[in-house]
């Protein structure tokens, strides 16, 4: 049986999470109640207690059993954590790394799918703070189940009402299913751009993010599947379960991969891999003088196409940031690199790709298929795009 942590929050929809309780347990699961010291001044421990037939946490330092650290134990323990409803003041807390209660520590310990079911004032949920934690944390990996339109306990209308019980329970049991499609497999990603030394001082680069990279290792990583990422050059930051390899340039990429393909199932070339590097960089800083100055570049290593043909055992799937969608040459492409499937991404649309938090997929598969993913946040899209590859893989 799955074991769920339900966390209930400060908000008069409080008193549905009782009913949610014993909805998800009629779905298979165990459940386990933990409380914020606002949720209390709607629900009580008893309640759940009584309802779910197992220990409710209320007080940071509760301890269940003498000895062990709740907040850890349940952490480790769930399967999935529900937080719901989910008010303004733990989601910006959580957002924020706060952890001053038993539900937010629990949070913070969590290696599991995270979900959490807004609601509060309509105001309050398109208040910018409370936006901008909601973007923080979806970029994290937290899946968000939206508040629906209508009127609130304050007498207001607009967006701000719990979701119904039947969508969360339906939502959370997608999710369970979801972590456990690639449960048993290895992957292999590499990420973000790389750095071609001009000089001790200067390199050749693209404008990679490496966004896209870490969305897929989180995705990955919710849908149970061990993760080791080469990742060039970026800010982006790596769930903390992955195994992180960092290199710089396009050679070092191809040769860490190598080390770590044998152990692999899937690899996914996510990186922006400079086509070209300096023949004969520098070896210190090339002084500025009044001539023109003639770099000579040399083609890198085509890395996914290179771990294709090395590796035939292994199913290998590239990306493609083009400008503008050719299916006759992303089918050429595609043969050429001897890879199972390609995400195209279109390049020549500004709002998506390129350090945006968005992007939009076009899957391609070596025995002719298309899929689309429609225009999503890049977890989506990689939570959709693994999907589709463990469904026609």
């Known amino acids: 049986m799955p074991d769920v942590v339900l966390g209930v929050c400060g908000s008069v929809a409080a008193y549905r999470a009782c009913d949610l309780a014993r909805d998800l347990m009629r779905a298979g699961c165990t459940v386990r109640v933990c409380l914020t010291d606002a949720a209390q001044n709607f629900v009580t421990a008893a309640q759940f207690e009584a309802l779910t037939g197992q220990p409710c946490l209320a007080d940071t330092f509760e301890e269940p059993e003498r000895g062990r650290m709740a907040h850890i134990d349940w952490a480790r323990k769930a399967d999935l954590v529900l937080i719901a409803p989910a008010t303004a003041n733990t989601?910006?807390?959580?957002?924020?790394?706060?952890?001053d209660d038993m539900?937010?520590?629990?949070?913070?310990?969590?290696?599991?799918?995270?979900?959490?079911?807004?609601?509060?004032?309509?105001?309050?949920?398109?208040?910018?703070?409370?936006?901008?934690?909601?973007?923080k944390l979806t970029s994290r990996g937290v899946l968000f189940i939206e508040p629906q339109e209508g009127d609130v306990a304050c007498g207001e209308n607009g967006q701000g009402k719990l979701a119904a019980n039947r969508e969360i329970v339906e939502f959370v049991g997608t999710v369970l299913c979801r972590s456990k499609l690639l449960a048993g497999k290895t992957l292999l990603l590499t990420s973000g751009p790389t750095q071609e030394p001009v000089d001790s001082v200067r390199y050749l680069t693209n404008r990679s993010s490496g966004k896209m990279g870490v969305a897929m290792a989180r995705a990955a990583k919710l849908m149970g599947a061990e993760v080791t990422m080469v990742a060039g050059p970026s800010q982006a930051i790596a769930p903390r379960d992955v195994t992180v390899v960092p290199v710089q340039t396009a050679k070092e990429m191809l040769e860490a991969c190598r080390r770590h393909v044998a152990s692999a199932d899937w690899v996914i070339g996510l990186a922006?891999?400079?086509?070209?590097?300096?023949?004969?960089?520098?070896?210190?800083?090339?002084?500025?003088?009044?001539d023109d100055l003639v770099l000579t570049l040399t083609p890198n290593p085509d890395i996914i196409a290179t771990l294709a043909s090395e590796n035939l055992d292994k199913t290998v799937i590239?990306?493609?940031?083009?400008?503008?969608?050719?299916?006759?040459?992303?089918?050429?492409?595609?043969?050429?690199?001897?890879?199972?499937?390609?995400?195209?991404?279109?390049?020549?649309?500004?709002?998506?790709?390129?350090?945006?938090?968005?992007?939009?997929?076009?899957?391609?598969?070596?025995?002719?298929?298309?899929?689309?993913?429609?225009?999503?946040s890049k977890l989506a899209c990689a939570l959709w795009m693994l999907e589709q590859l463990a469904e026609k893989l």
């Open 272 to 290: 922006a891999v400079a086509d070209y590097r300096v023949a004969g960089a520098a070896q210190t800083k090339i002084r500025r003088t009044e």
């Open 103 to 135: 539900l937010t520590t629990l949070l913070l310990a969590s290696t599991c799918p995270i979900v959490a079911a807004p609601a509060m004032n309509p105001a309050m949920y398109q208040h910018p703070e409370t936006q901008s934690s909601l973007a």
């Open 91 to 99: 989601l910006n807390k959580v957002a924020n790394g706060i952890g």
């Open 318 to 376: 590239a990306f493609a940031a083009e400008p503008g969608i050719d299916p006759e040459y992303i089918a050429d492409k595609l043969k050429r690199k001897g890879v199972a499937a390609m995400a195209v991404n279109d390049i020549s649309n500004p709002e998506i790709g390129f350090g945006s938090d968005e992007n939009e997929l076009t899957l391609y598969f070596a025995g002719g298929a298309v899929a689309k993913s429609g225009r999503r």
